[in-house]
């Protein structure tokens, strides 16, 4: 695949003896919107982890095989400049509760000692909260606490602080499943919006919702990657007998 | 259901009640005990001539407590300055490192330091430090509170920063923050406030402490701002002047002892402004 900025090739991860994502392989292309879809416990979160790193956090985690960032064994970057070109967004909405709107927006930059003019500050803080469709909402009170926010405006300023660095891929796991559907469908066109310029990875438990956003989708069953396909192709005909059984709703 | 019933258990739980009620408020009487009795004997001591002269010999009027009151706060100053940074690093630790085997021995031994006997804690540094260094000093006195300080700011430091979620660290981690940066910017700033209280309550514990300077900074009659070297401080003063034959040391004591429980309250709701106005929602 031409244009891929992402490639695994037999990856795998470990917790301890616990086998969680066996031999992946898939290429993720560059300014796309990637679904990852699957039952619960199939090793979704853990290859997303895997992808910036996060996953050799957890105590006895080991990973094998191929995941290079462009060119790059990702394995071979160091994790600290592989995380800043890789942003997060979590499950939860977990803006710093010790910083104001404005200081989490720019969090990346003052936790890592990155000097910034205020100028500079200020216009990244705009920029990133406008493309985090939060700005109408917060620019009068940018130096309230970002804690005092909804939780789904929560989860754009978390938005907001991960492309505030200028990630190359935006990582987001399951972000809307803790927010209600007014907020979720809001967060939904702002990803629909940001796949013009960031390359977007999704965790998603819920069909329709990579139905409505992701160009892809990988369907993971059981830590293997067992299909992955353009999503109207995959929605339309599966191919594999286990992706229809979860698609037609025979197990969840 | 029968309403004579219903109506026993009314009875009995206004009872229960009644007894909870009655008991947290007998909690509250010894305190207003010895507030009562310092404050009668004590506030007809206290001027400011009290606190700014030094002490006159016996039958002379008009003697304060200048070097007790200043040395009493330089001891204290220099224990915090030993026990806080040490206590929070070492709580710290404890909170990152919750299975390691050097953390269940360093919370085992915070513990069980928190019930060290404090006139053992003073014999212990007089042989560590007064001994070699041939002379009582402030220095030793200090070292000795500062002991005392410790456990109880490993411990709520500890627990403090364990009631922080992880997602915090996560979100941290994840933006390319080195580790160190994680904690300094982001985990200790959000448990602020505990870590503050814990140390301000530390140092209201170990102010009015008797045992660990008797034979530490042993007391001293004279002004001295010299660390080396013998000091004052409020609860050897008190101790001094309580065990003296004359009715004029008596009254000073009395009046010393209010200071320090001046001091002791003042330190507790400092504690408590603390807490409410550095809170952070979590
Ligand atoms: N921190 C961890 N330590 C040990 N095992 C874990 C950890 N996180 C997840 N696992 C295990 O890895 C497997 C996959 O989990 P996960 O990647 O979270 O699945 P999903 O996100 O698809 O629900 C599960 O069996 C789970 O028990
Ligand atoms: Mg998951």
Not at chain 2, 55 to 60: K, N
Not at chain 2, 194 to 205: M, P
Request: with cysteine; aromatic share 10%; hydrophobic share 45%.
């Amino acid at each position: 695949m031409e244009n891929t900025i992402i490639k695994c090739e037999n990856f795998n991860a470990w917790f301890g003896d616990n086998h969680v994502v066996k031999s992946v392989t898939m290429d993720i292309p560059k300014n796309n919107l990637t679904a990852v879809m699957g039952p619960s416990g199939c090793g979704k979160t853990t290859f997303l982890r895997c992808i910036n790193r996060m996953h050799e956090l957890a105590p006895d985690a080991r990973t094998e095989g191929s995941l290079k960032l462009y060119q790059d064994e990702v394995y071979d970057i160091h994790p600290i400049l592989l995380r800043q070109k890789i942003g997060m967004v979590f499950q939860h909405p977990n803006p710093f509760p010790n910083m104001s709107i404005y200081d989490n927006v720019v969090a990346g930059y003052k936790l890592n000692g990155i000097k910034l003019s205020k100028a500079e500050r200020d216009d990244i803080v705009e920029d990133s909260l406008r493309k985090a469709a939060l700005w109408m909402e917060v620019r009068d009170t940018l130096r309230k606490k970002g804690t005092f926010l909804s939780g789904g405006q929560q989860q754009r300023l978390c938005i907001a602080r991960a492309i505030a660095m200028k990630p190359e891929v935006l990582l987001l796991d399951e972000p809307t499943s803790a927010l209600d559907p007014v907020s979720t469908s809001s967060i939904e066109e702002l990803l629909i919006d940001l796949k013009k310029n960031y390359t977007i990875i999704i965790v998603t438990h819920n069909m329709q919702q990579a139905a409505r956003i992701s160009d892809r989708t990988a369907f993971f069953y059981m830590g293997e990657l067992a299909e992955y396909d353009h999503t109207k192709q995959m929605f339309i005909s599966p191919k594999d007998k286990r992706t229809q059984n979860y698609i037609t709703g025979r197990f969840s | 259901m029968d309403t004579r019933f219903i109506r026993y258990r009314k009875v009995k739980n206004n009872l229960f009640k009644g007894i909870v009620i009655l008991f947290s408020f007998l909690c509250t009487i010894p305190l207003f005990c010895i507030l009562y009795y310092i404050i009668r004997k004590g506030i007809k001591e206290i001027n400011w001539h009290f606190l700014i002269r030094l002490p006159m010999p016996v039958g002379e009027v008009g003697g304060g407590i200048a070097n007790a009151l200043s040395g009493s706060m330089m001891i204290v100053l220099v224990a915090a300055v030993i026990a806080i940074p040490f206590g929070i690093l070492a709580g710290i630790y404890l909170s990152e490192n919750k299975d390691k085997k050097l953390a269940y021995w360093s919370r085992l031994s915070a513990d069980i330091m928190q019930g060290i006997p404090s006139i053992v804690t003073g014999i212990v540094v007089y042989f560590w430090i007064v001994k070699p260094m041939k002379s009582f000093s402030a220095l030793s006195g200090s070292v000795a509170l500062a002991m005392m300080m410790l456990p109880i700011v490993v411990r709520t430091t500890e627990e403090t920063l364990l009631r922080i979620p992880n997602s915090f660290k996560e979100a941290a981690l994840a933006l390319g923050v080195p580790y160190h940066r994680v904690i300094l910017r982001v985990i200790v700033p959000c448990g602020l406030s505990g870590i503050l209280s814990g140390s301000l309550l530390a140092v209201a514990r170990i102010a009015g402490e008797t045992a660990p300077l008797l034979f530490t900074a042993f007391g001293n009659p004279y002004m001295n701002v010299n660390i080396f070297k013998p000091m004052q401080s409020l609860p050897l003063m008190i101790y001094n002047y309580a065990i003296s034959p004359y009715d004029q040391w008596h009254n000073m004591a009395w009046g010393a002892a209010m200071i320090l429980l001046i001091w002791i309250l003042l330190l507790n709701l400092l504690t408590k402004l603390v807490t409410k106005r550095w809170r952070i929602q979590l």
